[in-house]
């Protein structure tokens, strides 16, 4: 989803008394530091300091061992990949429904395939009823929060839309096919509904290692106007040519059951994300003939659905870098571009190894499409659908112009970079459709606002990789996620369309937002989507995640060793089900690196960093001889450590540490060879390491 940066960062924080004990010892003589008595026994020595300052930082919390909790096995191994007995179950479907554009609602029929690759034979399954969290009294409504005015308030509901809402399961039958059998029987199961969650019992159950169950769900939904901010309608008072779907949750979708906690039953609230298995979708939308629609793969048959002159557009489209359009806006309310002669069609659709698959109707929709160019030469389109009213308007600029008239050089420009830098874009084609939802992911097709524009379409589009491609249950870790996927937008930011979206950070800033994302009053990073205030999940699903990657990459292991075992883990981790161990324990077996202190500081605690320039002094009071330097960690976390250091004469250097210098140490000291007086050390030039409190990183020789 995309997350609305502003309004979030409120920075209020709680005054900190300092606890930690201040070192205790007494004064010493501080030993010339000319003749270390290292230099004499050959062994350092520890000098206790008798300065230091009053300290939080433990460096036994941060550095001790046993991060992981469990031993690699044989079905998710020590170094971070899917072991030799990795398995996950898999569910293929076929969907026909049919779209009533003036009642909304969605009649659907499924046929679904589960194979059953766990060493279990199941007896029931469990199924995703998502429809279910707009009925007024589901789990997902009766949590929503109030706010000031005492009116309940969230973006992860239906807006209390009083309609006749949730799945009308009519039925579910069990098909067996017996082998070398012709005919099939079908048995209806029994089923329990619970809130989001669909129990169906199987008598004969699913065998393990390969077994399979095929049921036939028939069942139909209101499509709500508002749907937790991941589908819903837009009516004709804001796209007069007709009314826009944008419709997802939209079958019952099977739960998964996973080597880690099995059924995977946590409720659909509106919050938290989706976890769902891969398989192949065979989908027939049928619709009122004249709209057009836009869905998860490859359209199967053009001839029915588009006029002769626009399938040759669609041709032309797919060997054109720049964007051909398929349908105008002039042409919109021309009958003329639609096919004659009837009141429905129905829309064929394919999309294979994919983990959901959406799409949106609308009778307002112009069409442009462009060839996406991948590394294998493998053919796909960036495709846009959207209405009048979001076409870019002459004239008009700024943040909420619309500009959706670039929709599908950006979504080409997007998904060309991702698929060169990290992994190829696997479907026939890339689809953003402009509608209710503020920004949403699905495979092959993304939902935006009526606005669009690159910030949404590049986030949307990078979903494709996370979860899409790597399928991590984002209902337990939507920072895996929204976190990963924030991170690779700041690359396809930079590095797309000329740098034309991207604006460098402003060093001045940031240290508000290192304050900002160590505030006390946030949960961990390692936290339930469900379990957090809502107001900190733009913070720790998107943004420090993210944060942390890049410090990861550019700070503590540089790009070319964390690129390397980011690729890595999508690789290893593509149409699988990795956990937050999985992803730990790949990026430091591919960077050969322990960063278990980081994971601590960043991801599993609420740490922050605040790290002080103490004190210069000269070796035999001559700036000629050297000069030695002092910092203090303050705070809980360590992080590498970067000085600028500025001598008299308008010199500049920079000294860098790895983290280690913390690992048993809460003040450190060294030489630093100056020739001639310092005038200043600042800590965190360029404020790139995460330090809350700028006020103490500079020294000056004038103060
Ligand atoms: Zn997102």
Known sequence: MKFNVTARLALAFLAIIATAKAQTTPAQTTPNPNTPPAARTGRAVDVPDPNAPASKYDYHDV???????????????????????????????????KLNDETNEITGTEVLTYTNNSPEKLSFIWMQLDQNLFQLDSRGNKQVPLNAAGIPQSRNW???????AGFKIKS??????????????????????NDTRMQVFLPKGIDPTGGQLKLKIEYSFISPDYGSDRMGIINTDQSKNGKIFQVAQWYPRMCVYDDIIGWNTLPYTGESEFYL???????????????IVVCSGELLNPKDVYTPEQQKR????????????????????????????????????????????????????IIDAAKLNLPSGRKSMAISAYPVESASQPGATGFRAPQWSRGTEMIKASLEYNSNKWFEYPYPNATGVAGKAGGMEYPGIVFCSLGGGWGVIDHEFGHTWFPMIVGSNERLYGWMDEGFNTFINTLSTKNSLKGEFYRAPNPAQLSFTWNAFTRSTLEPILSNPDNLKETNNGTLLYSKPSAGLVMLREQILGPERFDFAFKTYIQRWAYKHPTPDDFFRTIENASGESLQWFWRGWFENTWRLDVAVRDVKYVDNDPAKGAIITIDNLEKMAMPVVLEIKTVSGKTDRVNFTAEIWERNASWSFRYPSTEAIESVTYNPDS????????????????
């Open 63 to 97: 550095w001790k061992p046993f991060f992981f909790t469990k031993n690699g096995n044989e079905y998710r191994a020590s170094d971070g990949s899917p072991g030799p007995k990795y398995w996950q179950n898999r569910a293929d479907y076929q969907l026909a429904a």
């Open 158 to 164: 239906g807006r209390g839309q009083i309609f006749d």
């Open 172 to 193: 579910i039958k069990i098909l067996v096919t017996p082998k070398g059998s012709k005919t099939t029987t079908a048995t209806d199961a029994k089923f329990l509904v």
């Open 277 to 291: 298995e891969y398989g192949d979708f065979d989908i027939n939308i049928t619709a009122p003939a004249k709209d």
């Open 314 to 365: 669609w041709a032309q489209a797919a060997q054109s870098d720049k964007t051909v359009m398929i349908r105008t806006a002039a042409e919109v309310t021309d009958p003329a571009s639609r096919p004659a002669g009837k009141k429905e069609l129905t829309w064929h659709f394919q999309i294979h190894n994919a983990r959901d698959a959406s799409w949106g109707a609308s009778a307002a929709f």
């Open 688 to 703: 790139t390491l995460p330090d809350y409190n700028p006020a103490n990183n500079v020294w000056t020789s004038k103060k």
